[in-house]
Nanobody, 122 residues
Framework: QEQLVESGGGLAQAGGSLRLSCAASGSIFSINAMGWYRQAPGEQRELVARITSGGSTNYADSVKGRFTISRDNAKHTVYLQMNSLKPEDTAVYYC????????????????WGQGTQVTVSS
């Protein structure tokens, strides 16, 4: 069973930085897209940033120029560098990965991390 384990959340002041990491483990054959989503209280979960296995990225307009997503394919790990943080970035951040495993390599499965809290104070 594949799982995603996140780390790096916490408390930051406005204008500060945090770095999130998410490592996938299990019987992984390949990972297509990996990404970060966030959900603030009372809000729907939204895409923050996404990166394909080839390195193509896309970002929510609200984080462009401030956040950078990257991945280490050998380590099955995705990162989110968050700079110039704003109070409105406060949310639970979830890692996502679209994974093929060794047992069913023709099928892609979506996996989610448990979520990590990011709180930005003004």
């Amino acid at each position: 069973q594949e799982q995603l384990v996140e780390s790096g959340g916490g408390l930051a002041q406005a204008g500060g930085s945090l770095r999130l990491s998410c490592a996938a483990s299990g019987s992984i054959f390949s990972i297509n897209a990996m990404g970060w989503y966030r959900q603030a209280p009372g809000e729907q979960r939204e895409l923050v940033a996404r990166i394909t296995s080839g390195g193509s990225t896309n970002y929510a307009d609200s984080v462009k120029g401030r956040f950078t997503i990257s991945r280490d394919n050998a380590k099955h790990t995705v990162y989110l560098q968050m700079n110039s943080l704003k109070p409105e970035d406060t949310a639970v951040y979830y890692c996502h990965a679209r994974v093929r495993d060794y047992y069913t390599p023709l099928i892609e499965y979506d996996y989610w991390g448990q979520g990590t809290q990011v709180t930005v104070s003004s």
